[in-house]
């Protein structure tokens, strides 16, 4: 719901009625991931996507119809397959897609506002909503999970107590999925789907080297929703009127900030780090700290004499094989990139590959699902 969740608290305030269709679960090739959302706003206007164009049509429907009638209940709906229980539309993709759609007020949703206040915030917060089945009392019922509380229940405390345990979870995995109980709670049953939309603040990309192709890189990790940071110890060249698309540029040696930001807890499983320095002073005291970190990536410019010359230092100075496993050098992927954009699309794309289980590999030359579930189940 992050997608549309800014007009949908306009109308939220005003005290109007919306309709939202979120997807919640997928198959196959599915164009969106769960957590896309599309709003109905109540003069007709449509904002967001929940399939990238293949059935937009049925599901403004629904959502324009769920959100008019006053008592209307939410619908779980699968599109995608033809049989009883489905609209028999398919998506151009091949996949399969559900979407929950609800009808959204300050009457439905109450805790919207302070969903709102937090995401602005950056504050993890999580929504976790009951989709099936529909012939439950829980059904509809919604639970806002923060670090240290809660708002709404879904009538037990035992299924209270689960579901914020287990969103919690999903937060500081920064994950979106669903999750199944027992009637009251029980994680051996399955009666109940609970939807957990996770509000996670942005991932990290810290960009160390302030040279032309980090700003090319910042750019592309900005375009793809993380958080940029450049860092550089030579003030003269990191500087934001260098890097207008970085969330911050810090002046720092990159070990000592790197390590400053690892103490704060600020580094974490989602993060990505690409060391553009090519400078042993700068490169080795902080790839010695950096692969012994539990992060997502972590890249190293430099040349094929400068990758094994750095491996020589980092094995003197005690790491093991599996540590030096971890780094991706020389950075990204063999696209015959040259300039400083072409570069930073394919070290964007080597960071896209690791994180689904890609193979970089032409699409063209291979069979089976183009998408995959990813290492960590992403």
Same mark, same amino acid.
């Given at each position: 719901?992050?997608?549309?969740?800014?007009?949908?608290?306009?109308?939220?305030?005003?005290?109007?009625?919306?309709?939202?269709?979120?997807?919640?679960?997928?198959?196959? @090739?599915?164009? +969106?991931?769960?957590?896309?959302?599309?709003?109905?706003?109540?003069?007709?206007?449509?904002?967001?996507?929940?399939?990238?164009?293949?059935?937009?049509?049925? %599901?403004?429907?629904?959502?324009?119809?769920?959100?008019?009638?006053?008592?209307?209940?939410?619908?779980?709906?699968?599109?995608?397959?033809?049989?009883?229980? &489905? =609209?028999?539309?398919?998506?151009?993709?091949?996949?399969?897609?559900?979407?929950?759609?609800?009808?959204?007020?300050?009457?439905?949703?109450?805790?919207?506002?302070?969903?709102?206040?937090?995401?602005?915030?950056?504050?993890?917060?999580?929504?976790?909503?009951?989709?099936?089945?529909?012939?439950?009392?829980?059904? *509809?019922?919604?639970?806002? %999970?923060?670090?240290?509380?809660?708002?709404?229940?879904?009538?037990?405390?035992?299924?209270?107590?689960?579901? !914020?345990?287990?969103?919690?979870?999903?937060?500081?995995? /920064? +994950?979106?999925?669903?999750?199944?109980?027992?009637?009251?709670?029980?994680?051996? /049953?399955?009666?109940?789907?609970?939807?957990?939309?996770? =509000? &996670?603040?942005?991932?990290?990309?810290?960009? $160390?080297?302030?040279?032309? $192709?980090?700003?090319?890189?910042?750019?592309?990790?900005? $375009?793809?929703?993380?958080?940029?940071?450049?860092?550089?110890?030579?003030?003269?060249?990191?500087?934001? #009127? +260098?890097?207008?698309?970085?969330?911050?540029? %810090?002046?720092?040696?990159?070990?000592?900030?790197?390590?400053?930001?690892?103490?704060?807890?600020?580094?974490?499983?989602?993060?990505?780090?690409?060391?553009?320095?090519?400078?042993? #002073?700068?490169?080795?005291?902080?790839?010695?700290?950096?692969?012994?970190?539990?992060?997502?990536?972590? *890249?190293?410019?430099? @040349?094929? +004499?400068?990758?094994?010359?750095?491996?020589?230092?980092?094995?003197?100075?005690?790491?093991?094989?599996?540590?030096?496993?971890?780094?991706?050098?020389?950075?990204?992927?063999?696209?015959?990139?040259?300039?400083?954009?072409?570069?930073?699309?394919?070290?964007?794309?080597?960071?896209? !590959?690791?994180?689904?289980?890609?193979?970089?590999?032409?699409?063209?030359?291979?069979?089976?699902?183009?998408?995959?579930?990813?290492?960590?189940?992403?």
């Amino acid at each position: 719901m992050r997608d549309v969740l800014d007009d949908l608290f306009r109308g939220w305030a005003s005290g109007a009625v919306a309709g939202v269709a979120t997807v919640v679960r997928t198959w196959q @090739s599915a164009p +969106r991931r769960p957590g896309a959302s599309m709003l109905v706003a109540p003069d007709g206007e449509a904002v967001g996507s929940v399939s990238g164009g293949c059935v937009e049509g049925a %599901v403004y429907e629904l959502a324009t119809d769920v959100a008019a009638d006053p008592g209307a209940r939410p619908v779980l709906q699968r599109y995608g397959v033809s049989d009883d229980d &489905a =609209y028999a539309i398919g998506l151009t993709c091949g996949g399969i897609i559900e979407v929950f759609v609800e009808q959204v007020s300050r009457e439905t949703f109450p805790q919207l506002g302070e969903v709102v206040t937090a995401v602005r915030a950056g504050r993890p917060v999580a929504v976790a909503t009951c989709i099936a089945p529909a012939d439950s009392p829980r059904f *509809g019922h919604r639970m806002v %999970v923060h670090g240290d509380g809660t708002a709404g229940t879904f009538g037990s405390a035992r299924l209270d107590a689960a579901v !914020a345990d287990d969103a919690r979870g999903l937060l500081a995995a /920064g +994950r979106t999925g669903m999750l199944h109980y027992g009637p009251d709670g029980e994680r051996r /049953g399955d009666e109940l789907a609970v939807f957990v939309n996770s =509000y &996670a603040p942005p991932a990290r990309m810290i960009v $160390f080297g302030a040279i032309d $192709f980090a700003a090319a890189v910042a750019r592309i990790g900005s $375009f793809m929703g993380y958080h940029v940071t450049v860092c550089d110890a030579r003030a003269v060249f990191a500087t934001p #009127k +260098r890097f207008p698309s970085a969330d911050e540029v %810090v002046v720092e040696w990159p070990h000592r900030y790197l390590e400053g930001e690892a103490s704060a807890q600020r580094i974490d499983g989602r993060t990505v780090l690409c060391v553009l320095t090519h400078d042993p #002073k700068f490169d080795v005291p902080l790839l010695e700290l950096a692969l012994r970190l539990p992060v997502a990536y972590i *890249g190293a410019m430099g @040349s094929r +004499r400068t990758h094994d010359d750095r491996l020589a230092r980092l094995r003197e100075d005690g790491l093991t094989e599996a540590e030096l496993g971890r780094l991706r050098s020389p950075i990204g992927l063999d696209l015959g990139a040259r300039t400083p954009e072409e570069t930073a699309v394919s070290i964007a794309a080597e960071i896209v !590959a690791l994180r689904w289980g890609g193979t970089g590999a032409v699409l063209s030359d291979t069979a089976g699902p183009i998408h995959r579930a990813g290492p960590l189940g992403h």
